[in-house]
């Protein structure tokens, strides 16, 4: 018998060691100022590579302008309840049905948070007898969706973006079919950058029979001519059956959206327990994104300079020897071999203080024990100065620290 909280005070779990410390410098580092291009941090200014807002619509005057007329008509309060109960208004409707036009789909749903999109629309919708079938890079909030699900003991993770591992995924399954197969993919990885295969798998959903629900969390507002996506991008979005962005990255707000056929939207809405035992969105939030969704639609050119700045930054990078794996997207993932996770804080160290650069760092199990990932997120409201002033403080290190650059870790089977 031991007490619940005697893990609390050893250094296991998540992070344990950093936790330990009470560290906020690698882990819940402390952020001052809007969020943005240039931020403080530690009492200097930084240069901000790690935060999700691609088109840099922080502090956006349009969408900050809807939100304070909304605070001043409706508080920080309204609505009270969820949208199942007393959390339901016409302006609300009016967001879902703007978010459907935009994606393309006749209905949408919202939600509070993404990550509670994404596991109330899975847990919903998959029951006893269906099945999901995942990519193994899914993020945490796929992976919970599952878990809830009535079929968190019959999930079928197939290796990333491998067309023929889903396959016979779908195949197995196939041979005991009792249900429903949902197949679970993000559009753009969160993570590596690099774009799901989404017309071969439309093209095996139909084969197989089963639906496909995108998470889309990094190219909603970001990828295709138009925002709408990865599946516009690919040229698919008419064949997604549901639909999932965040309106955490793009959008600069909070909250998320599944937009799909009418019934099975209206099915999330009166199952998913994420929509129907939550608080709905503030008003503030309805009005603010509402704003947004324009800004999305009218300015072309926030994407353009998005991808401006995201090209300046991976030739930057690229040419100086460091490996940005297989993007496809804005998202930069910078793989450096480092041999121990000494070295990596030492190289984030360094480009916080000495160069003024923030960035994420990730480690294994995500990437290979011995490399770091710095994971960097160009956005529309970076400076040319701000990319020149990065690539120089990255050959800098490169040359400082005499890393050797010429090996390239394998992410295969990852
Ligand atoms: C792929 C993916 N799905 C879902 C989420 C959750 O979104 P939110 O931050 O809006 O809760 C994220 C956020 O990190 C994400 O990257």
Redesign the pocket.
């Known amino acids: 018998m031991t007490d619940i909280f005697e893990k609390c005070y050893g250094d296991g779990g998540y992070f344990g060691a950093l936790r330990k410390l009470d560290d906020t410098y690698f882990s819940r580092p402390i952020l001052d100022g809007a969020a943005g291009p240039r931020m403080r941090f530690q009492g200097r200014e930084v240069i901000m590579w790690a935060i999700n807002s691609y088109l840099g619509l922080t502090g956006n005057a349009r969408v900050r302008q809807a939100a304070a007329e909304a605070l001043e008509r409706w508080g920080t309060f309204t609505p009270m309840g969820s949208l199942m109960l007393t959390g339901n208004t016409e302006h609300h409707i009016r967001l879902e049905k703007e978010l459907a036009d935009f994606l393309l789909k006749p209905a949408a749903v919202l939600f509070n948070?993404?990550?509670l999109g994404?596991l109330g629309t899975i847990s919903s919708l998959v029951g006893p007898d269906d099945v999901i079938v995942m990519d193994r890079l899914s993020?945490a909030?796929i992976v919970d969706g599952t878990l809830l699900a009535s079929a968190g003991r019959r999930f079928h993770p197939f290796k990333h973006n491998d067309l023929d591992s889903l396959e016979n995924h779908l195949k197995a399954v196939n041979k005991t079919r009792k249900g429903g197969i949902l197949i679970v993919t993000?559009g753009v990885y969160?993570m590596r950058g690099d774009l799901a295969d989404l017309k071969g798998i439309c093209d095996l959903k139909d084969r197989y029979e089963a639906r496909l629900y995108v998470?889309d969390?990094?190219g909603f507002g970001v990828m295709g001519e138009n925002g709408r996506g990865t599946g516009e991008h690919l040229g698919v979005q008419e064949r997604i059956d549901l639909y999932f962005g965040?309106?955490?990255k793009a959008f600069a707000a909070?909250g998320?959206v599944t937009a799909g056929e009418e019934q099975p939207i209206r099915w999330i809405k009166y199952n998913a327990r994420t929509n129907v035992f939550a608080k709905s969105l503030p008003m503030v939030y309805v009005a603010a994104l509402s704003a947004t969704l324009a800004e999305v639609r009218e300015r072309p050119e926030l994407r353009r300079r998005m991808w401006e700045v995201a090209g300046r930054l991976q030739k930057g990078l690229t040419a100086l020897g460091y490996d940005i794996g297989d993007t496809a997207s804005p998202i930069t993932p910078v793989y450096v071999p480092t041999g121990s996770e000494q070295m990596a804080m030492s190289m984030m160290r360094l480009l916080r203080e000495d160069f003024g650069i923030f960035v994420s760092a990730v480690t294994y199990p995500v990437v290979p024990p011995g490399v770091v990932m710095f994971r960097m997120i160009p956005t529309a409201a970076h400076s040319d100065q701000d990319v020149d002033q990065t690539i120089e403080a990255f050959r800098q290190m490169r040359d400082r620290m005499k890393l050797d650059l010429s090996q390239k870790p394998s992410l295969k089977n990852r």
């Open positions: 948070y993404g990550y994404v993020h909030s993000e969160g998470d969390a990094h965040t309106f955490a909070i998320g």
